[in-house]
């Protein structure tokens, strides 16, 4: 993941021989705070989809999931606040 005042782009490599790119725009999120002018960092994406599906992805009229990511930089964990319902599951991704 790489951060900037425009939005997030995010890169999957697999296997250093086949890459993809992505960009959200920071207008897509309700709240896009960003303190640097660019800040980067790396999670395991499998376990990322996981832990985004911790839930099951609710089909329920009116239940909807929000998230907020969390990093204060280098050093620090990466921090995902999911809820759903008023349940509150708080993952962190550290740097080993």
């Not at 920071?26 to 896009?32: G, K, N, T």
């Not at 964990?77 to 606040?81: D, K, R």
């Given at each position: 993941f790489n951060a900037t005042q425009n939005g997030l782009k995010v890169t999957v490599e697999d296997s250093k021989c086949l890459q993809a790119n992505a960009f959200i725009q920071?207008?897509?999120?309700?709240?896009?705070i960003i303190k640097e002018d660019a800040v980067g960092f790396q999670v395991n994406l499998t376990v990322l989809l996981d832990c985004l599906t911790i839930f099951g992805g609710s089909t329920v009229p009116g239940v909807c999931t929000a998230l907020r990511m969390c990093y204060n930089g280098y050093g620090y964990?990466?921090?995902?606040?999911l809820e759903e319902g008023g349940v509150v599951t708080v993952l962190k991704f550290c740097r080993l």
């Open positions: 920071a207008d897509i999120f309700q709240e896009y964990p990466l921090t995902l606040f």
